[in-house]
């Protein structure tokens, strides 16, 4: 256990349909990551928040996509409208920045599998 | 950002030291090689980072030459729990500010009895 939470675990939905996840990081971290990976693949960044503030997007995140960070605590990430593609494990990950400022250590969840039928 | 070669898999038994090379030839001044670890249905764990020459820690040692254009991994003695996926990224430069991480294939290490 790395301290970094995830509900749901799993996340079974038709095609069309809206999801949303949660990730609770560790307390102390200001950093927040999001990650997708598909099967057999090594998982994708999708975004990344400091705080409260939403600093970076990767162009794999479709206008479908938003995740939010109210109060730099929680994070949440949105699908609307969803697709077959969009079956995969998602990821949170968080890290500290204040300590050592080139550290690449981020601390996963256990990710949410979401499966679009 | 530097683009990482690790090979696809690799075997081994339970007690051996397993040595798993990154070629990374492109990295710049400012970025790290960091590795992590991956089992079934779970995230990613943070192994080691080094920038040059070695690095060891309770699980593992990091070998870095000083072209800094590869590196190793180094697992002693290891055990069936061993069997993961290991991922060598090269870090800083372009992920910048975030420090995003972008993660490769990997390597599926199979540890046998």
Not at chain 1, 32 to 61: C, H, I, V
Not at chain 2, 59 to 70: G, Q, T
Request: aromatic share 12%; hydrophobic share 30%.
């Amino acid at each position: 256990d790395t301290g970094v939470s995830q509900n749901p675990r799993h996340k079974i939905t038709k095609r069309g349909q809206n999801v949303t996840f949660r990730c609770d990081p560790i307390s102390e971290h200001n950093r927040l990551y999001w990650y997708r990976q598909t099967l057999g693949q090594g998982p994708e960044f999708l975004t990344y928040f400091q705080n409260e503030a939403q600093l970076e997007k990767s162009r794999l995140l479709s206008d479908r996509f938003s995740a939010e960070r109210p109060k730099g605590s929680f994070s949440t990430l949105e699908i609307q409208r969803t697709e077959q593609g969009d079956s995969a494990m998602y990821l949170c990950a968080s890290s500290f920045s204040g300590k050592t400022p080139f550290s690449y250590e981020q601390y996963f969840g256990p990710g949410t599998r979401l499966t679009v039928t | 950002l530097a683009k990482t070669t690790q090979p696809i898999s690799m075997d081994s038994y339970e007690g051996q030291e397993v040595n798993i090379t990154c070629s990374h030839n492109n990295i710049a001044t400012n970025d790290y090689i960091t590795w992590y670890q991956q089992f079934p249905s779970q995230g990613p764990r943070f192994i080691i980072q080094g920038y040059k020459t070695k690095v060891t820690n309770e699980v593992a040692s990091l070998f870095i030459p000083a072209d800094r254009k590869s590196s190793t991994l180094s697992l002693p003695r290891v055990s069936l729990s061993d069997t993961a996926v290991y991922y060598c990224l090269v870090v800083g430069g372009d992920g910048g500010a975030t420090n995003k991480l972008i993660f490769g294939t990997g390597t599926l290490l199979a540890v046998q009895p």
